[in-house]
């Protein structure tokens, strides 16, 4: 792919990503095209079948993340298209009480190669020259979602960073995250915890657990690099609980760049809106990906960004 003629980041704004962790770059999409990944969401939410559907619900698992979702239908999803409920889309008898298309959470894992569309808009010459601005050198797309958090009952997303759940050695992770409908602090934006991603190491990782055939996931301590190299820590005393969190409201069309030690979190969605966006993560491939990782590459590797 030739990335030569296209803009990575300003200085700038290269800048504010290092002070912060994250990045808003308003309309980095067209209305036009905002149009069409919202009308592409409608039609998979209007067409995926229930019949042989297992109803997994996207948990994280509460502050410990005990529970977080990790059925066979999870694991698998890497290359698939697959979809996964809101946790308060049923009622005590375990019934659906919302219509599917307003009781999925989100649709996962594989969109950028299987949806031309979200395809066009992940792997594109734009993205690349921003990963090359970031430092990369072998940038993968390891996994891409549409998250829908629902009207009235769209989950909150507690406190994290992408590299304890797509951990490499030393932690790659950033994330490319579209919002598709406007996002407020009515339907659950993302906060940051501004500068976090210098400060709070990467402690824990989720992954794997159970031998073949009793697969789950879990979280355990993390023995490797806890910061990226070219972004060292200053330390590890700092009280995750003593974070302050900035609101990242933003436009539909808006790109935001996520850190992957940036703690960031979004609260549940109890307005009428909804709060559709499309994310995907890149890791770079010239450093190892750990095979207990939950996600693991298909056949034919993670998706180059670049050659
Ligand atoms: O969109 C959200 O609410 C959360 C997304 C997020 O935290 C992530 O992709 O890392």
């Known amino acids: 792919m030739a990335t030569s003629q296209v803009e990575g980041l300003t200085p700038e704004q290269l800048a504010f990503f290092n002070e912060n962790g994250y990045l808003l770059i308003p309309d980095a999409l067209s209305q036009d095209t905002v149009k069409q990944l919202l009308k592409d969401t409608d039609s998979m939410l209007d067409n995926f079948s229930l019949d042989d559907h297992p109803m997994t619900k996207f948990s994280t698992g509460g502050d410990d993340g005990k529970d977080h979702v990790g059925d066979a239908y999870f694991l698998e999803s890497g290359?698939?298209?697959?979809?996964?409920?809101?946790?308060?889309?049923?009622?005590?008898?375990?019934?659906?009480?919302?219509?599917?298309?307003?009781?999925?959470?989100?649709?996962?894992?594989?969109?950028?190669?299987?949806?031309?569309?979200?395809?066009?808009?992940?792997?594109?010459?734009?993205?690349?020259?921003?990963?090359?601005?970031?430092g990369f050198q072998d940038p993968r797309v390891l996994q891409s979602m549409v998250i829908c958090k629902q009207p009235e009952i769209g989950g909150a997303v507690p406190p994290h960073q992408d590299s304890t759940f797509l951990y490499t050695d030393p932690p790659t992770a950033v994330g490319y995250w579209y919002a598709l409908e406007d996002a407020t602090a009515e339907n659950g934006c993302l906060s940051f915890a501004a500068g976090s991603q210098r400060r709070a190491p990467i402690r824990k990782r989720f992954v794997r657990t159970g031998k073949k055939g009793e697969e789950g996931t879990g979280f355990i301590d993390n023995e490797g690099p806890q910061f990226p190299q070219s972004h060292p820590g200053s330390n590890?005393?700092?009280?995750?609980?003593?974070?302050?969190?900035?609101?990242?409201?933003?436009?539909?069309?808006?790109?935001?760049?996520?850190?992957?030690?940036?703690?960031?979190k979004s609260e549940k969605n109890v307005s009428g809106k909804s709060r559709?966006?499309?994310?995907?993560?890149?890791?770079?491939g010239a450093e190892k990906y750990d095979e207990r990782n939950w996600l693991q590459p298909p056949t034919q590797g993670f998706s180059k960004l670049y050659s």
């Not at 009280?239 to 030690?261: P, Q, S």
């Open 79 to 134: 290359d698939k298209v697959r979809y996964f409920f809101e946790e308060d889309a049923f009622d005590t008898s375990g019934k659906l009480t919302k219509p599917k298309n307003r009781a999925i959470n989100k649709i996962g894992h594989y969109l950028h190669e299987l949806s031309p569309s979200f395809r066009s808009i992940s792997l594109s010459d734009r993205n690349a020259a921003i990963a090359r601005s970031l």
């Open 236 to 264: 590890g005393d700092t009280k995750e609980e003593d974070e302050v969190y900035t609101m990242g409201e933003v436009k539909a069309g808006t790109l935001v760049l996520i850190h992957g030690n940036i703690l960031h």
């Open 276 to 284: 559709f966006i499309y994310t995907f993560h890149v890791i770079d």
